[in-house]
Every structure is written in structure tokens, then in C-alpha cells.
Nanobody, 116 residues
Framework: QVQLVESGGGLVQAGGSLRLSCAASGSIFSANYMAWYRQAPGKQRELVAQLTSGGSTHYAGSVKGRFTISRDNTNNMLYLQMNSLKPEDTAIYYC??????????WGQGTQVTVSS
């Protein structure tokens, strides 16, 4: 029912910034939470940032203070502002929509590559 499309990834030098966008076909307001995950080569997908319907946020320790998750309910958009990027941030980033236990949707991912 909900389709997610990420964009904004690309190549950036260490210390630079990128803003990822996630466009949702359905209302993100209905989600219990939305999140950004990432998956680097050879590693499992990991939670980067989470935003609950109530506005609470959670960040992985590795990105806290550098990344900011936000949403625009009116336009059904989720964002991830990434500052002070490091090569370790290189991964495919995925947008995630979660509601209750039966509704869990993922985007196709967008590649972020940070060079040193």
C-alpha cells in the first residue's frame, strides 16, 4: 500500500553534507515510526535514525550529532540531513515505514559514497 522512493544519494568528500529524501505514496502520518537504515558491503542493515509519530527521535551512536531525521507530513516526505560525513558512512541508505506489526515498507535504497 505504501511505496517509498529514496533520492539524494551520491558521492561526497569526507566532511561534506548530503540530504536524503524519501517520497511516500501514502501518508507518513499513519506510521508508528519512520526510519532510515543503511547497509554497507558485508554488513547487516542497521538503524541510522528513527522518528516516531509523536516526534521522538533516535539515532545510532555513530551518527548522533551529525545526522538529523525529519519529516514533512503534508508532503509525505522523510529526510535525513547528513553532515560531517565520514568514509564509514558509505552505504546504501533505505527509507523505512513501520506501522503496527503487519505493515513494514522499504524503499529501493540510495547509494551514499564518502571519499577520504
Amino acid at each position: 500500500q505504501v511505496q517509498l522512493v529514496e533520492s539524494g544519494g551520491g558521492l561526497v568528500q569526507a566532511g561534506g553534507s548530503l540530504r536524503l529524501s524519501c517520497a511516500a505514496s501514502g501518508s507518513i502520518f499513519s506510521a508508528n515510526y519512520m526510519a532510515w537504515y543503511r547497509q554497507a558491503p558485508g554488513k547487516q542493515r542497521e538503524l541510522v535514525a528513527q522518528l516516531t509519530s509523536g516526534g521522538s527521535t533516535h539515532y545510532a551512536g555513530s551518527v548522533k550529532g551529525r545526522f538529523t531525521i525529519s519529516r514533512d507530513n503534508t508532503n509525505n516526505m522523510l529526510y535525513l540531513q547528513m553532515n560531517s560525513l565520514k568514509p564509514e558512512d558509505t552505504a546504501i541508505y533505505y527509507c523505512n515505514y513501520h506501522r503496527l506489526t503487519m505493515y513494514d515498507y522499504w524503499g529501493q535504497g540510495t547509494q551514499v559514497t564518502v571519499s577520504s
